[in-house]
């Protein structure tokens, strides 16, 4: 169980992320919604400890970034390295033997051709690929459904479900409801850096039509399309 | 069309801000750099008109990009964009052929002119699946990348070799070397992505250890053939050309350590100067090389602990 205490960061005077309190549970898919700028991509770089932060993370995993899987949201590839050297790259970097990554790709992915190339949605399932050949025990998936096509997105899913039987610990977000629906156990709601709202899988329906109404109001009324 | 160069200008001045001086400060300090190691290169070496022309290339090269120019393609239209492209690489080119001209290296300076107006109507970039190979497969990372972006001067830096073998001439030999050698320094000075670092399972100090090692491996497959076949056709001179092979290592190392002492930033201004300082004044590296262990480990602790 990893728990996130009174975790702040702030730039300058901006306050990002303001006391959040978290429980990431082993075996659990855990969602994170909220606006732009909400704070989530912060936040999981708080966790995998890419931004200095206040408050406390604490993890039975030590250190936690040696068995967390971090998927960005924009991941970043060079602009002449292939797919393959790519996994070999982070394969690399945890030190794992030899892996037949022909074998483990399974979006069908052009590994020989560099990745740069790829499109958006190739270039998540490639940085996807790779983090699922690493030992993980916790997974951050910063919208790991964008810009992928709908049969990988089913993959996703599946593959979401799958960690979550293996006893992984999930934390996801993503700007289609429908996904997170599908795929978490519990989601929360990021606003101006503050959790302000938990609902589990019973009280998603409710949760969405909240955030729906709330989103919407009278924004599209206010463009008077005609 | 204009306006692009209004912004270009623009943008230049921000990256000679974020170095950390005044935009006007900088570009009038870039031209004196220029002009200094212009007259400094033409004195030290004969093959200065060579390495003139490979520089101004290989800034030419960098303008070609596909992506970049596809995207020049997309905003501008049929007639302004050869225009841009032309005025771009006579701005990058002139100042070399100037000075080319006032050496009396009319061959170099013309050759470069045309380079210049060709590679306008040229963009380089591989679209197919054309993957360029390279012998970094076990370690994929600053090599790879540079490798492939650079492979057109490792090619020129063979071929000067087995002319300096070809021609007894030692210098030329011993250029090839060190010019293969700062083609691999040049790999260090792009930053990755803090990801990059932050997914090792090593601390600082191991991880600094790994990238020293896989940096000194990899400039060994590059330098060692010219090294070898220069001692072997000169062996009298072997001990200069193994000096000067060491001293690439230790250089080598000095750029891995120094990215790092500034990473996940660029290296600063202070820092470039020390390694400048470092090339004029070897022994200065004694110093140099602690100071940007201790900054690496520094830097490093916040991602890797």
Redesign the interface.
């Known amino acids: 169980m990893i728990e996130l205490q009174n975790l702040s960061k702030s730039y300058a005077a901006h306050k990002v992320l303001d006391g959040i309190k978290l429980t990431l549970k082993a075996g659990k898919v855990h969602g994170i919604v909220g606006e732009n700028g909400a704070g989530k991509t912060t936040l999981f770089k708080c966790i995998?400890?890419?931004e200095?932060y206040e408050g406390s993370i604490n993890s039975p995993h030590q250190?936690l970034?040696?068995q967390l899987g971090?998927l960005?949201t924009d991941?970043?590839f060079?602009?002449?390295?292939?797919g393959r050297?790519?996994l070999?790259?982070?394969c690399?970097?945890?030190?794992l033997p030899q892996q037949d990554f022909d074998a483990k790709n399974i979006f069908d992915l052009?590994l020989?051709?560099?990745a740069a190339?790829y499109s958006t949605g190739m270039k998540k399932k490639l940085a996807l690929t790779a983090i699922l050949l690493l030992p993980n025990e916790v997974f951050i998936l910063d919208e790991p459904f964008n810009g992928v096509d709908i049969q990988s997105n089913m993959v996703i899913t599946g593959i979401i479900q799958k960690l979550r039987s293996l006893g992984k610990t999930v934390l996801i977000s993503s700007h289609i409801f429908s996904t997170l629906n599908d795929t978490c156990d519990v989601i929360y709601l990021l606003k101006k850096g503050q959790i302000v709202r938990q609902a589990d899988r019973a009280g998603f329906a409710q949760l969405e039509a909240e955030m729906r109404a709330f989103t919407i109001g009278d924004r599209i009324e206010r463009l008077e399309l005609r | 069309m204009l306006q692009y160069f209004k912004l270009q200008h623009t943008l230049i001045s921000r990256h000679i801000n974020e170095f950390g001086l005044h935009p006007v400060i900088g570009q009038i300090l870039g031209i004196l750099a220029f002009i200094g190691l212009s007259f400094f290169l033409f004195y030290k070496t004969g093959f200065a008109q060579y390495i003139y022309v490979l520089m101004a290339i290989s800034a030419l090269l960098n303008l070609s990009e596909r992506n970049r120019n596809d995207f020049l393609k997309t905003c501008f239209n049929q007639h302004d964009y050869p225009k841009i492209r032309l005025a771009e690489n006579m701005a990058i080119s002139l100042p070399f052929i100037a000075f080319l001209v006032f050496n009396h290296c009319y061959l170099a300076a013309g050759a470069l002119a045309v380079a210049g107006i060709s590679l306008a109507m040229v963009n380089f970039g591989?679209?197919g699946?054309f993957?360029?190979p390279t012998p970094f497969?076990?370690?994929?990372?600053e090599f790879?990348?540079g490798f492939?972006?650079t492979f057109i001067l490792h090619l020129a830096a063979y071929i000067l070799a087995a002319i300096g073998i070809g021609v007894a001439n030692f210098n030329l030999g011993i250029f090839s070397l060190l010019l293969v050698f700062v083609v691999c320094l040049s790999y260090y000075s792009e930053v990755?992505?803090?990801?990059?670092a932050?997914?090792?399972?090593?601390k600082p100090k191991p991880f600094l250890r790994h990238k020293i090692k896989i940096a000194l491996i990899y400039a060994s497959l590059l330098t060692l053939p010219i090294a070898v076949a220069l001692c072997i056709f000169q062996p009298d001179k072997a001990a200069i050309i193994l000096a000067l092979q060491g001293l690439g290592y230790i250089y080598l190392s000095m750029f891995v350590l120094a990215k790092y002492a500034a990473f996940p930033h660029p290296i600063s201004l202070p820092q470039g100067i020390i390694l400048a300082v470092c090339f004029a004044m070897p022994p200065l590296l004694l110093l140099a090389i602690p100071m940007f262990y201790r900054q690496s480990i520094r830097k490093l602790q916040?991602?890797?602990?």
Request: zero cysteines.
């Open positions: 995998a400890g890419l200095a250190p970034k040696d971090f960005p991941p970043y060079f602009s002449k390295i292939t050297e790519y070999q790259l982070l690399n970097a945890r030190q052009p020989h051709q560099y190339t | 591989f679209s699946g993957t360029i497969f076990k370690w994929p990372h790879t990348v492939r972006k990755e992505a803090e990801y990059y932050w997914v090792h399972r090593l916040q991602i890797l602990a």
